[in-house]
């Protein structure tokens, strides 16, 4: 038995998702069926962590096992044959037998990209927003959401987890032509928890809260104090570490 | 009578081109759509020059005649209320009554992207060429098109012109990320010019042919002996110059 740890990019746009769904197209569901294809085998592929209907990837990180005999070389070559064009795998490997993609990361990188004006190309990647943003101010405020913090507040209501503290290694905005984009990287990420990061420092960088606002908002430990989630578009999920 | 020049942005993936068909979606034929919607008119739109099917703009040029009394700030909000969201008309203005996008147009200014990996972000923006490129070579060979010269070699077969003079004042590759782009800007161009000259670029960086056999393909004045017409998702008009 072989454990394959595959790295692979997608373009959400007409996915509803990584995860495995009966009805839906999913990344997952894709990859299942590939590889069932070439290996003839029915696998539970394990992937890093989910992405939501519409959410990028540049880096998505997932492992299976197979009794296949080809090499990973081959096994990458002929599932890039079967895949749709917008699934690639970019490498597979054989890893450890005890290599597990979602339990052994130790953290992910996350980039939302904000397109300053109403652009027709490249429209699936950002997220357009009308209003003039004082980024300096929104740099302000990412940094009370650095280091370890209860972000139940950034959560989608009813998510189903034992906590909400999550540990915050980088998180920043960067310009560069007529995109302004949010670099996080965390040890995890909360459903929908970029999105209502985004959707609030955009609160302060149009001036309707002060950056020490945030603050207050972390304290309230309730959704109902953080902005609105933006459009799944503009996320792309662009490394996992191990 | 108003006489307005629009500048707009298209992303060509899901048009047969620039101009007007009866039964084709066309950028011309939205366009044309969305003033009559606002003005009751039938408008004659006067582009810079015609894109073909799956060929990007950036800065598209057109003008029309109007007698509408709308101001062009509020010709340009009430278009882009219309339009579908793959055309954007970034700016409306008026202009003296003689002016016109196409013959006004002194150069244009177009970009040609190659991805060196199979990517599935962005590919309705790029060719994937599965060959390694000399990028150097390839600069060295583009020098042989700079300068006024018989373009005969690089227009599609058939085309219907007086003449294949062309000025070519700037050709050359520029390498960013995973990406090889060639940059091009003539006073005009032909039919498929710039993806029959990408398309034979490439073959000198494949090692081929040497760069100095693109001088040869010029005096040819011979379509034959130039390279493949490389696929139209690569290519975007950026500018056009008045």
Redesign the interface.
């Given at each position: 038995v072989q454990n394959i740890k595959l790295t692979l990019?997608?373009?959400g746009t007409h996915f509803c998702g990584w995860q495995l769904q009966p009805s839906d197209r999913t990344v997952q569901g894709e990859l299942k069926q590939a590889i069932k294809q070439i290996t003839g085998e029915e696998t539970n592929i394990i992937g890093s962590g989910r992405t939501d209907s519409g959410v990028?990837a540049?880096e998505q990180v997932a492992n299976f096992l197979t009794n296949t005999r080809l090499e990973p070389k081959q096994i990458k070559t002929a599932l890039?044959g079967i895949l749709p064009?917008?699934?690639?795998i970019?490498a597979a490997e054989t890893v450890a037998d005890n290599f597990n993609a979602r339990f052994d990361a130790i953290k992910r990188e996350y980039h939302y990209t904000i397109s300053t004006?109403?652009?027709?190309?490249?429209?699936q990647?950002f997220w357009y927003c009308r209003y003039n943003l004082d980024v300096p101010k929104m740099r302000q405020a990412a940094q009370y959401l650095l280091g370890l913090h209860d972000f139940k507040s950034f959560c989608q209501s009813g998510s189903d987890v034992n906590h909400y503290i999550c540990s915050v290694e980088y998180l920043d905005w960067q310009e560069k032509d007529h995109f302004i984009m949010l670099k996080i990287i965390s040890n995890r990420f909360l459903h929908n928890m970029v999105r209502i990061i985004v959707g609030t420092l955009i609160h302060v960088g149009r001036g309707k809260i002060e950056p020490i606002y945030i603050q207050k908002i972390l304290d309230k430990k309730d959704r109902a104090y953080a902005g609105q989630t933006v459009p799944a578009k503009g996320l792309?999920l662009i490394k996992v570490y191990y």
């Open positions: 990019e997608y373009d990028h540049k890039n064009k917008d699934v690639r970019l004006y109403d652009s027709a190309i490249g429209r990647y792309c």
